[in-house]
């Protein structure tokens, strides 16, 4: 089974940071792709390793995305998507 969970906590309004393999938090914004986060087998052990944290900053598991070499992959978007007309052009919408 590949290791694809980390753990995520919130910070903030509404942000989240991960747990990276040094022990230090990573923030959503900084997170990039091949990021050294944590990772876990599964979500359970993800969430059991999260209970160690404050309660109030709610740790949890998350699933990553990895690439061909178990590296993490960022689910930013590549190119934007498009708006007015083109979009509903794109959606089949007219």
Not at 32 to 61: C, N, T, V, W
Not at 72 to 80: D, E, I, N
């Amino acid at each position: 089974m590949a290791k694809n969970w980390g753990v995520a906590r919130f910070y903030g309004m509404g942000s989240m940071e991960y747990l990276q393999e040094s022990g230090e938090w990573l923030a959503d914004g900084r997170l990039f792709d091949g990021a050294p986060i944590r990772l876990f087998e599964s979500m359970a052990e993800a969430d059991a390793y999260g209970e160690q944290f404050p309660k109030e900053s709610q740790p949890h598991g998350v699933q990553f995305m990895l690439d061909g070499q178990g590296r993490v992959l960022t689910a930013r978007a590549s190119q934007k998507r498009p708006t007015g007309r083109h979009a509903r052009a794109s959606y089949g919408r007219t």
